[in-house]
Structure formats: C-alpha cells, structure tokens
C-alpha cells in the first residue's frame, strides 16, 4: 500500500471527527450532527479508491454511496428509538441491524445515478418526521481529552477497514461501504454514553439534516467525473456540498453557560 495513501486514510477521517467533537463540545449535539452530515468520510474515501483504481470505479461507486443515504438514515431512526429504552450498546446493535437489512435491500436493486437521487430525495425530505422528538435541546457535553482520542483512534481504525474492503470490492458495494455509519455511530455511542437520549437523538436528527450536502456531493461527483479530472471532478463536488450545507438552517444550540 502507498505510504501517502495509507497517511491520508489513517490522518483525514480523524481529523474530521476530532474537529466535529470539539464543535459538539462548545456548542451541543445539535451541531455537531450537523456538521457530520458534510462528506468527511466519504469524500476522502471516494478520493481515494479514484486514486486508486480510477475515475470509472470511483464514479459507479459514488452512485452507490448516493443511495446508501437511505440505510444510513435507517441506522439513525432505528439507533434514536432504541435509546430511548436501551443504552448505548443495544442502540448501537439495533441501528447496525436496521443499516444491514436496507444495505442488503439495496444492494438487490441495480441502480442508476437517476433511482439513486430520487430514493435519497425520498429519504431526506421523509426522514424529519420519523425521528423520535427530544424533550429538551441538549447543552453542550463535557469531551475529556482522552475521549477525544479515542473517538479519532476509533475513526482511524475503522475506516483504514473500509477502505481495505473497498479496494478489493466491486464498485456497488464499495459505495456502500464508503457510506457505512462509522462517524456517525462513534458520534453516537460516546453522545449517547456522555448525554443520554436526548443528546443523541437531537444529533442523529441534525445529522439527517446534514446528509442533504452529502447526498449533492455524491450527485455531482459523478456527473464531474464522466467530464473532467479527478481534481477538478472532486472540487466541483465539495463546493456543491459546502453551499448547500450553508443553505440549511442550523439546529438550535444551548451552550453549557446558559
């Protein structure tokens, strides 16, 4: 394995969780679910298998992780209503469940970059309804230092997994994989474990809100790269992203001083 792409794998993933943690620290749950819905994992994740076994793969690829907004979304319904009776670990085993039976669902279906927009769009504008409601917005939870760490030693592990599964994959199911809940469910586990239902309920609801900028990544990075570079194909994809994450409204936030 390239030294270069193996750093980017074990350094990019938890750089991001460490900067999504630090946020849900000064400012809740609420926003750092809604960071986490930009494309920092599957970005470089899909850059990566560009680089790896080229634009083609990585474009077929992107298709799949479109569509695989919908069992992400399916995880974080499932892990919500499970944690208002469960702990972190049965809400954690539920939403892996729920992500397995619409992965496979999907996996079933040959998907063009059309069906895969419109079940995202689907999924995205049906979701807010299906999430259970919290009954306080959380304030922002304590992050001791040495859980930072953890989560991002937890991120680089995982998704050095990901992507050695996915380079030896088929395109489908590497896009599914670009897409499985690694972030989401670290986010979860340790928000759950720090702040109880609420706080991760109000995360994976905001998170769902967020998925809207990755799912615009993943519609137009394919489009880009049947025309152009990979740089310029994955450029175009994140700025597409980044206006429409700044377009969402941004949850409520409650600070530990108020």
């Not at 807010?128 to 922002?140: D, N, Q």
């Amino acid at each position: 394995m390239d030294v270069t792409l193996l750093a980017l794998k074990l350094c990019l993933v938890p750089f991001f969780l460490g900067v999504i943690s630090l946020a849900g620290r000064r400012w809740g749950p609420g926003i750092a679910g809604w960071l986490a819905g930009l494309p920092v994992i599957v970005g470089p994740i899909l850059f990566l298998l560009a680089l790896e076994r080229g634009a083609a793969y990585a474009r077929d690829a992107a298709v799949y992780t479109l569509g695989a907004v919908f069992p992400v979304i399916v995880f974080g319904i499932a892990y919500s209503w499970t944690s208002r009776r469960k702990r972190w670990p049965a809400s954690l085993l539920a939403g892996y469940a729920a992500w397995l039976l619409a992965a496979f669902a999907l996996l079933s279906l040959p998907l063009t970059l059309e069906f895969a927009a419109t079940l995202a769009l689907v999924t995205l504008l049906v979701a807010p309804w299906l999430f259970p409601k919290p009954h306080v917005i959380p304030r922002a939870i304590r992050l001791p230092a040495y859980e930072l760490g953890m989560r991002m030693l937890m991120g680089a592990l995982l998704t050095l997994l990901v992507t050695s599964l996915s380079s030896i994959a088929p395109p489908g199911l590497s896009g599914l994989l670009a897409l499985i809940p690694v972030l989401s469910a670290i986010l979860a586990a340790f928000t759950q474990r720090t702040g109880g239902a609420d706080a991760v309920i109000t995360l994976l609801a905001a998170l769902a809100r967020g998925l809207w900028s990755l799912a615009v990544f993943c519609l137009v990075l394919p489009i880009m790269l049947a025309k152009s570079t990979i740089p310029v194909a994955f450029i175009s994809a994140v700025v597409a992203a980044l206006l429409i994450q700044a377009a969402l409204r941004k949850p409520a936030v409650r600070r530990e001083s108020d």
